[in-house]
């Protein structure tokens, strides 16, 4: 990457005492670019008094600073007038390297040579930021703007699907055609892709968190995972993209394991979350190669819940074992074309097969009636095992086990003595609104030989808790997980990831 095209990170601080800011700063420092002193944040009596020791900290600190005072209607802590946000940089009491200023604040500044803003409008940064969603005509806001002295534009909007992300990346396209200074991002979990591939698309810089827990706006990444999980300063437009569409997708361990293993091998990739509502329109404009309306060199995608039936009306083609599954997890870009796969079959019977054995002749129960129980049993049917699918819903659970020729069984009160594989396919035990609910007791697991609960996080569900409880031996989620990513992987780029990567780094994470 060119140097001069070094992304900047900027953490953003939002302390209530000028003691608290203070510390803050110092740790700041050590890990970015610049640091954002809100001052609309500071305890108003604090903001009053000690203006001299504010600027006395920031003309101290290593790095570049930009000082805010926000109003409430975009996104600041206090509910500001117009006239004591005019009357504050009037004065022009705090020192620092940038300063933000709204655009309506920006513009009376400009218009009313009388109220001239005192601040050097070459260290000025103009903003907009929305909370509510993506306003229909984003340029219109942009070359208003541009009419303004101001050296830097930014514009900060909330995005409720990755689609979001589009006229962003856009935005700063358009800057970077005008020799225009621009930060635009897209708030929120679906614009996280802005905060990472911003700085590589023009960017002046891009604003992270100091730590995940004191996040300034919505969809902060930490500083920490900006530099060490993504690698932002090797990402650049040569830089394939991968990535995971879902919803949600903010808790996944995939990108952690994607991007250690990319590092470790020495690829010029990057993997990156994108929370998606709308499948289609997603593909149609972000990916696909014939349709999409950014030039970006994507490679391919994971796929997750709930689009793993549904994307398989959007690809060119797919693999016979995905068709027969009924259910897509990879999606590859080859030649134009989009190539749809299932690495969720592999991934379930290579642990399963290393820790049991054979499985010819086996008598297995798959709970549940989604993509991982489907796939689940396409790999048993492969292995010559005997299966039974379980679910709260016979009917669903009937229609799955037709499907690939075994029976279908009520989940309510059902027992397993006598299985020799009980496979929870469900999302029950998963960190989150589910994590205290199983699939099946202690009591109706006694008797059968080998676990496998295909949740991954926690390492240890109440599941296979109970499992241990009835005598059983016990399989992790996080073996499938690793194993279907490395298939993954090697879709992707042609090799196998390097040995033990993906899971060392997914079980580092995952015992945090």
Known sequence: MDSSLKPRVCISLCEPTVAALKRAIAAAAEVCDLIEVRLDCLDP???????????????????????????????????????????????????????????????????????????????????????????????QIYDRMGRTPARILKIAVQADDAIDCLPVFQLLERAREDGREMIAIAMGTAGVATRILGPSRGAFLTYASLRDATATAPGQVSAADLREVYRLEKIDRRTQICGLIGRPVSHSVSPLMHNAAFAAAGTNAVYVPFEVRDIKTFIKRMIHPLTRELDWNVRGLSVTAPHKFAVMDHLDWIEPAAQEIGAVNTIVIESGALHGYNTDAPGFIKPLVQTFGDLREARCAVIGGGGAASAALWSFKQAGAKATVFARDIAKASALGERFGF????????????????????????????????????????????????????????????????GCKALGGLAMLVAQAAEQFNLWTGAPPPDGVMYQTALKRLKK
């Open 45 to 139: 009596l604090e903001l009053e008094n000690e203006a001299g020791s504010i600027t006395k900290l920031l003309r101290e600190v290593a790095c570049e600073s930009i000082l805010t005072f926000r109003p409430s209607q975009e996104g600041g802590h206090r509910q500001l007038d117009d006239a004591t946000r005019q009357a504050f940089w009037s004065a022009a009491i705090f020192s620092a390297s940038f300063f933000d200023v709204e655009l309506d604040l920006a513009e009376k500044f400009n218009a009313n040579e009388t109220s001239m803003l005192p601040i050097d409008w070459s260290r000025t940064i103009c903003s907009h930021h929305n909370f509510v969603g993506v306003p229909a005509r984003l340029d």
């Open 407 to 470: 029976d279908g069984m009520q989940l309510e009160g059902a027992r397993f003595q006598g299985f020799d594989v009980i496979v929870n396919a469900t999302p029950l035990g998963t960190v989150g609104q589910f994590e205290n609910e199983v699939p099946a007791t202690a009591f109706q697991l006694r008797g059968a030989q080998l676990v496998y609960d295909l949740v991954y996080n926690p390492t240890e569900t109440k599941f296979l808790r109970g499992a241990h409880e009835a």
